[in-house]
C-alpha cells in the first residue's frame, strides 16, 4: 500500500470519526464535558488557521481550543448565533449553520435534484432521514437492531444530495436494503429492493430460550 494511499485512508478515518461526532452531539447537545480541556488546547504541528473562512453559513471567528478529535473553531451564523464546530466536520460539509438553515439547506439540496415535486419532498428524502435516524436516536424503536448494534451511516450520506446522486431514484415499491446485513449504509452494499428481496435477505432472528 502506498504512502498516499495510506494518507488518504487516514484522512477518510477522521472524516468519518467527525460525522460521527457531530450526529451524537446533535442528539444531546455540546456538553461541558466534551469541551476541549486547558491540558488538550495546544495546537498541533500541522495547525492552520482558518479564522475568517465561510463554511456555508458560518464564519470562523476564533479557535477554540481541541480534544482529541483536533481542532475546536468559534464560528458566527448568519442569524448571529455562535457556535463550537470541529475543523475536520466544517471541511466535511456536515454542519453549516447553526441549525436554523437546516429545513432550507435540505429544500435546496432536494430541489436540486428534483426531489420536490408539488410541494412535497419525495419519498427518497424520507427514506434517506429515517435510515439516519433507526442509526443514531437510541429512542427509536428498532435502533438495537441497527445502531445498537454498530450500523452506521458512512459520512458521504449524511447529507442527502450525495445519497440520492449514488443511489438514484427509488423505483415504485422499492426501499433501501442492505445487501451485508453485517456493514453498514454506504455505497457499494446499499441496493433498491422490493419486499419480497429485502425479506430474503434478513438478518436471521435469534430464538428465545
Not at 427509536?140 to 442527502?160: H, N, P, S, T
Not at 456493514?183 to 419486499?195: F, H, L, Q, S
Request: net charge positive.
Amino acid at each position: 500500500m502506498s504512502a498516499q494511499t495510506l494518507a488518504d485512508s487516514a484522512q477518510l478515518s477522521v472524516c468519518v470519526l467527525m460525522a460521527r461526532l457531530y450526529l451524537k452531539r446533535t442528539l444531546r447537545g455540546f456538553e461541558a464535558a466534551d469541551e476541549p480541556s486547558q491540558e488538550t488546547a495546544r495546537r498541533p504541528h500541522n495547525f492552520k488557521d482558518i479564522s475568517g473562512e465561510v463554511f456555508g453559513f458560518l464564519t470562523v471567528v476564533k479557535y477554540y481550543g481541541g480534544d482529541r478529535y483536533g481542532a475546536v473553531w468559534e464560528c458566527v451564523c448568519e442569524c448571529g448565533a455562535r457556535k463550537m464546530v470541529h475543523g475536520a466536520v466544517l471541511r466535511l460539509g456536515s454542519v453549516r449553520s447553526c441549525g436554523c438553515k437546516r429545513g432550507q439547506l435540505i429544500s435546496l439540496a432536494v430541489t436540486r435534484h428534483g426531489y420536490a415535486r408539488g410541494g412535497k419532498v419525495a419519498r427518497e428524502h424520507a427514506i434517506w432521514r429515517g435510515m439516519i435516524t433507526r442509526c443514531t436516536n437510541a429512542k427509536r424503536k428498532g435502533f438495537a437492531d441497527y445502531g445498537g448494534r454498530g450500523i452506521e451511516v458512512c459520512a458521504r450520506w449524511l447529507q442527502f444530495e450525495n445519497f440520492i446522486t449514488d443511489m438514484g431514484a427509488a423505483p415504485a415499491g422499492y426501499s433501501i436494503d442492505r445487501i451485508d446485513n453485517d456493514r453498514g449504509y454506504e455505497p457499494g452494499n446499499c441496493r433498491w429492493a422490493d419486499a419480497k428481496t429485502q425479506a430474503r435477505n434478513r438478518r436471521p432472528r435469534k430464538r428465545a430460550r
